[in-house]
């Protein structure tokens, strides 16, 4: 099992002895944060949903956000990434909720982040947002890393909580 398998089964454990459960809104790590929750046997217990928000329409389509209702936040952000998270947690009902956004490269995004940038947020019965910055134009790797990150930011809320 890699490292990204083995978070997820140790998250999917936590969140089903506390039966809480996890809702994902995720943009450049286009899916691998969901597919890992629910690679877990068991699932169905504890992740309700995910979206993949990697456009403008598809965030407006699925979570209803228009970036317009709030000045000053831009994707690629912390507090983009909370909002990503809270907007999931409150329309589906779920205990946490785990965000994503950035640029997986080979280039950087048109808000002047460089490839290997991404903010994560996690909200729930406490909320965190944290920055990852890889340095890396690989696409592949920089959506493994995202999407390890933002798993470990989950561990580190359910541990704290």
């Not at 629910?38 to 979206?51: E, H, I, K, T």
């Not at 779920?94 to 080979?106: C, D, N, Q, R």
């Not at 909200?123 to 920089?142: H, Y």
């Amino acid at each position: 099992m890699n490292r990204i398998q083995n978070l997820a089964a140790k998250i999917a454990s936590q969140l089903v002895e506390r039966g809480e459960t996890v809702s994902v809104a995720e943009s450049s790590t286009g899916g691998l944060v969901s597919a890992s929750l629910l690679a877990v046997p068991g699932a169905s217990s504890y992740f309700v949903g995910g979206a993949v928000v990697y456009t403008a329409s598809a965030r407006n389509a699925l979570l209803g956000v228009e970036l317009s209702d709030y000045p000053g936040v831009r994707a690629a952000s912390e507090p983009y990434a909370l909002l990503l998270a809270r907007t999931m947690r409150a329309r589906l009902g779920t205990t946490w909720a785990l965000s994503e956004t950035g640029a997986a490269g080979p280039t950087g995004n048109r808000y002047g982040d460089a490839a290997g940038h991404t903010c994560v947020g996690v909200s729930g019965k406490l909320e965190r947002a944290a920055t990852l910055e890889t340095g890396l134009a690989d696409r592949a790797r920089n959506m493994d890393l995202f999407a390890l990150r933002a798993l470990e930011e989950l561990e580190a809320a359910l541990g704290s909580a």
